[in-house]
C-alpha cells in the first residue's frame, strides 16, 4: 500500500479523499468551481496533502472522475467540430431513429444533433456489409471535403464511414489525405472509436468523441501538468463509464470513454459495501447537489450496457445522444439538492434546473435568489446550519425561509412549512420513479433489495425513499457525501473492446470467434499495460445476441479459451436463462443471433481499505437536540441529535434521529432503526410509515 488520492467533481460539490499506507481515510469536499472545475480539484489536493502530511512525491497513484464530458455536450460548448461520412449519409444524425420515445406526444424533439449540417461532408465511397469494396474511395473528392470543412473552421473532424467496422481501410486512407491536407486537423475514426454495427448510434459515438477530445484533452494535460509541478511522479488516472480506471493518456484518444465517469465510481462502492455487510442484492443511490443517480448491483456487480444514451428526456429510451460504449446502467435524474422549487400549475414542481454551485441555493448566500431542496431541508430541520460541510460553510435559514414563501408558499397557498415540507416529498417521489426504472424495469423486485443511500443529499432522503418503495432495509455509509470520490481508489484498471459479427449461434465458425477474440484481447491489453498495471490481466468476454427476427440484445457470457461447438452451445443456453429471467419465459427452439462480441482487459488494483468503528467511544455520542419535521409525529419534534464519529460499532439509533458528520447529515424517520457496524456504517432497518392523521 503506498499514498493515493481520488477526486471527483460534481455539479455542486467535488468530493476528494486521500488514503494512507495505513489504510486511514482523510476526507473532503470544496464547492465546484466553474468554468475550470480543476480549481477546485487542486486547491482541495493541496488541503488534504497538508492534513496528511506528506509530501507530493510520496502520492503514489491520482485517480479523476468526472462529468466534464457530460457537460461539453448537454450545453453544446465545443466549436470546430465536423464530421466526413459516406456520400448519401449526410443525415443521418438528423434523421436518427424512426421511432418516437413517446409515441402519443405529437411535441416531442430529437436529440438536437452536435454537428450542423453545414459542417457535415460527404466523400464518395462505398463498402458494403460484408466489407467488400463496391465504390473504391474517390481521393480528389476526399480532398475537397477536407479543404471545404476546414475552410469552414473545423478543427476537429469525425470520421464515419459505411461499415467502416467491416473493412476500415477507406477511413484509414482518409484520416492519411486530412494529414496531408490539414495537419492540424485532430481526428477521430469510427472503426476505432466504435467498430460496432447500426450506422445512427456509430456515427453518434464518433462525434461525441471528437466534440469531447479537444476540451478533455486539454483539461487533462493541464492537470497533469499542474500535479506535476507539485511533485507528484506518477500517472494520473480517470474513470471510466464502465467502472475502470485508465491512464489520462490513453483516454485522451478515447475521451467518449469518460463520459460519465464521476457516477461509476459510486455504483462500484456500493457493491463493495454490500460485500462487506452481507448484501449482495442491491440499489446504488447516490444523491448530491445537482442530481440522482441510480444503479442496480446484481450480485455483487453493477449492471451494464453498451447502448449508452446521455440527457434523456424523462429517462424514455430513445430519447437522448446514444453512444456504443460500455456503461454501468446508471439512471440520472435532475434530483439534487440545489435543484430548484418552484410554483407551477397549482403544484410544487422540483428540478431539473440546479443552482449548483454558483450561485448555488439561497441558505448559501452566494447570490442565489431561487429555493431549492437543500433550502427546503434546513427549513425542515434536518440540516445543521453552523456544521454545514464540517463548519467550512454556514447556512442562513432565514434565507431560505423567505425564498420558499416568496417562491413557493404564498403563490400556493401555503405555509412556509408545508411548502418545505411539499418540496422534500417531491423530491423524493422523483427519486422513487427512477428508482422502479433501475429495480422493475431490469426484473427485480425493489423489496427483494437493499439500498445503499450516499452523496451529500442521499443519507437525507435515503429511508424516505426506502420505504416508498418497500425496501426493507437502508445501507449509509461512513463518509457518505464522498463515497464516488472513495470509489475510485477500489476500481481496476480496465479496457473494454467490441466487435460486430452478425451470426446465427448453430451456423457460427468458433475458429472465426476466436481468432477475432486474439485480436481484441491484444488491443485491450495494450492499453492495460500502458496503464502500468502489473500483475496478471483477466480478460472477461461476453456477446450480445437476440433471437432473430428482434432488434433488441441481451448481453451473455463467452467461456474463455479457444471455442468449439459445445462452447458456443452453452452461449445459446445462457441467452435463455439471461432471457427468461428478463422476460419471464424462453423460446429454446428459436434461432439465436450473435451481433456485438465484447472483451474486458482487466487488472487488479490496490483494494480500499477501510477504516473500522471503535468499540468504544471517549466522548457522548448524542450532541444536540434540534426542531425537525416529521409529519408521522404530528410536525416538529425536538429531534435527537448525534455525532457521526462518536458512534462505536454496536450502536443503535431509532427514529426519529438525525447523524451529523463532515461530508452530509443522515435522517433517520419514525419507524426506522439502525445499527452501527464494524466498518462505522449505518444499517437503517425501514418499517413501513404510519402517518397520522
Not at 457537460?71 to 465536423?82: C, F, H, T
Not at 497533469?224 to 509541478?229: N, V
Not at 429555493?371 to 446550519?385: F, I, K, R, S
Not at 432503526?673 to 418499517?687: F, G, H, K, P
Request: glycine share 10%.
Amino acid at each position: 500500500m503506498a499514498y493515493r488520492v481520488g477526486f471527483d467533481v460534481g455539479g455542486t460539490f467535488t468530493d476528494l479523499v486521500i488514503q494512507s499506507p495505513g489504510g486511514e481515510l482523510i476526507t473532503g469536499k470544496w464547492l465546484t468551481t466553474y468554468p475550470d472545475p480543476s480549481a477546485a480539484c487542486l486547491a482541495g489536493l493541496d488541503d488534504l496533502v497538508g492534513r496528511a502530511g506528506v509530501a507530493w512525491k510520496d502520492i503514489a497513484q491520482a485517480i479523476h472522475g468526472t462529468t466534464l464530458g457530460s457537460n461539453i455536450v448537454i450545453e453544446r460548448k465545443a466549436r470546430g467540430v465536423g464530421l466526413l461520412t459516406t456520400r448519401g449519409f449526410r443525415d443521418v444524425l438528423v434523421i436518427g431513429r424512426e421511432k418516437r420515445y413517446q409515441v402519443y406526444d405529437l411535441q416531442i424533439e430529437k436529440p438536437r444533433p452536435l454537428i450542423p449540417r453545414r459542417l457535415i461532408g460527404e466523400v464518395t465511397e462505398r463498402i458494403l456489409a460484408d466489407g467488400s469494396v463496391r465504390t473504391p474511395l474517390d481521393e480528389a473528392d476526399a480532398r475537397r471535403a477536407v479543404r471545404e470543412l476546414v475552410a469552414r473552421g473545423v478543427t476537429t473532424l469525425a470520421v464515419c464511414l459505411l461499415h467502416a467496422y467491416v473493412n476500415p481501410v477507406h477511413e484509414r486512407r482518409l484520416a492519411a489525405i486530412v494529414a496531408e491536407e490539414a495537419p492540424d486537423v485532430t481526428v477521430t475514426l469510427s472503426h476505432e472509436v466504435s467498430p460496432t454495427f447500426r450506422e445512427y448510434e456509430r456515427t453518434s459515438t464518433t462525434v461525441v468523441n471528437a466534440y469531447v477530445m479537444t476540451a478533455l484533452r486539454e483539461y487533462l494535460a493541464a492537470l497533469r501538468d499542474a500535479l506535476g509541478k507539485r511533485g507528484y511522479r506518477g500517472r494520473l488516472y480517470v474513470m471510466q463509464s464502465s467502472g475502470g480506471v485508465a491512464t489520462a493518456q490513453a483516454l485522451e484518444r478515447h475521451p467518449v470513454r469518460m463520459i460519465e465517469s464521476g457516477p461509476a465510481a459510486g455504483a462500484l462502492m456500493s457493491a463493495i459495501y454490500g460485500e462487506l455487510t452481507g448484501h449482495r442484492e442491491l440499489i446504488a443511490f447516490d444523491m448530491g447537489g445537482t442530481t440522482a443517480k441510480l444503479a442496480l448491483i446484481a450480485d455483487g456487480r453493477p449492471f451494464t450496457t453498451s447502448s449508452f444514451e446521455l440527457h434523456r428526456v424523462a429517462n424514455a429510451p430513445g430519447s437522448g445522444l446514444p453512444m456504443n460504449i460500455q456503461a454501468i446502467d446508471l439512471v440520472e435524474i435532475g434530483a439534487g439538492g440545489g435543484s430548484i422549487a418552484r410554483a407551477s400549475l397549482g403544484v410544487i414542481a422540483v428540478g431539473p434546473e440546479s443552482a449548483s454551485s454558483t450561485p448555488g441555493p439561497v441558505c448559501y448566500e452566494r447570490g442565489g435568489t431561487e429555493p431549492t431542496v437543500t433550502d427546503a431541508n434546513l427549513v425542515l430541520g434536518y440540516l445543521n446550519p453552523t456544521y454545514f460541510a464540517g463548519g467550512a460553510m454556514r447556512l442562513a435559514p432565514d434565507a431560505a425561509a423567505r425564498a420558499i414563501d416568496e417562491r413557493v408558499a404564498r403563490p400556493l397557498g401555503l405555509g412556509v412549512d408545508a411548502a418545505a415540507w411539499g418540496i422534500h416529498q417531491i423530491v423524493t417521489t422523483n427519486m422513487e420513479l427512477a428508482t422502479r426504472i433501475v429495480s422493475i424495469e431490469r426484473g427485480r423486485d425493489p423489496r427483494d433489495l437493499t439500498l445503499v443511500a450516499f452523496g451529500g443529499s442521499g443519507p437525507v432522503h435515503g429511508c424516505r425513499l426506502a420505504r416508498e418503495l418497500g425496501i426493507p432495509r437502508v445501507i449509509l455509509p461512513a463518509a457518505a457525501g464522498v463515497t464516488a470520490a472513495i470509489g475510485l481508489l477500489a476500481a481496476e484498471v480496465k479496457f473494454d473492446v467490441a466487435r460486430t459479427l452478425v451470426a446465427h449461434l448453430d451456423q457460427l465458425d468458433p475458429s472465426l470467434v476466436t481468432s477475432m477474440y486474439e485480436e481484441m484481447a491484444a488491443q485491450a491489453l495494450d492499453v492495460v499495460r500502458e496503464s502500468a498495471a502489473g500483475g496478471d490481466v483477466q480478460l472477461v468476454r461476453a456477446v450480445e445476441a437476440r433471437y432473430v427476427g428482434q432488434g433488441y440484445e441481451l448481453t451473455v457470457p463467452v467461456p474463455s479459451g479457444a471455442l468449439d461447438a459445445a462452447a458456443l452451445g452453452r452461449v445459446r443456453q445462457a441467452f435463455d436463462d439471461v432471457y427468461a429471467a428478463r422476460y419471464g419465459y424462453a423460446n429454446a427452439a428459436a434461432a439465436v443471433e450473435a451481433v456485438t462480441w465484447t472483451l474486458s482487459a482487466i487488472a487488479g488494483t490496490p483494494r480500499v481499505e477501510l477504516p473500522k468503528a471503535p468499540t468504544t467511544s471517549a466522548r457522548e455520542a448524542r450532541t444536540a437536540s434540534r426542531r425537525a419535521y416529521f409529519p408521522e409525529a404530528h410536525g416538529y419534534v425536538d429531534c435527537p441529535v448525534y455525532d457521526r464519529y462518536a458512534l462505536a460499532a454496536g450502536t443503535t439509533l431509532s427514529g426519529p434521529a438525525i447523524v451529523e458528520e463532515r461530508e452530509s447529515t443522515t435522517v433517520l424517520p419514525p419507524g426506522t432503526s439502525a445499527v452501527v457496524d464494524e466498518y462505522a456504517n449505518l444499517i437503517v432497518e425501514v418499517r413501513p410509515a404510519t402517518v397520522a392523521a
